[in-house]
């Protein structure tokens, strides 16, 4: 079994900065890619960013602003993101692409951290 879990939302003023992480654990063999997925209230969930060796890839949205990293020996991804908008606001989700004892491959996600950016 795989969790992963978010951690770090919360309510923030335009211009702020915040900082979301996500731990992956169970019975995990190996991370191929991890990545930080957005949706807002009403919308449907979008990339914003992913992080698979050291390649990088960022939504146009967000570049320039978020920065993805990872720790490959916590198996934790983390998102900081500055210059925040009232539009970033939303659930943001851990996905992580990964391979256990049973399956390879397979996508896994978390329950999401919530984002307000108060205008």
């Known amino acids: 079994q795989v969790q992963l879990v978010e951690s770090g939302g919360g309510l923030v003023q335009a211009g702020g900065s915040l900082g979301l992480s996500c731990v992956a654990s169970g019975s995990i063999v190996s991370i191929d890619g991890m990545g930080w997925y957005h949706q807002a209230p009403g919308k449907q969930r979008e990339m914003v960013a992913t992080i698979n060796g050291v390649r990088t890839n960022y939504a146009d949205s967000v570049k320039g602003r978020f920065t993805i990293s990872r720790d490959y020996a916590k198996n934790t991804v983390y998102l900081l993101m500055n210059s925040l908008k009232p539009e970033d606001t939303g659930v943001y989700y851990c996905?992580?692409?990964?391979?256990?004892?049973?399956?390879?491959?397979?996508?896994?996600w978390g329950k999401g951290t919530l984002v307000t950016v108060s205008s």
């Open positions: 996905n992580a692409r990964l391979t256990t004892w049973r399956l390879a491959g397979m996508d896994y």
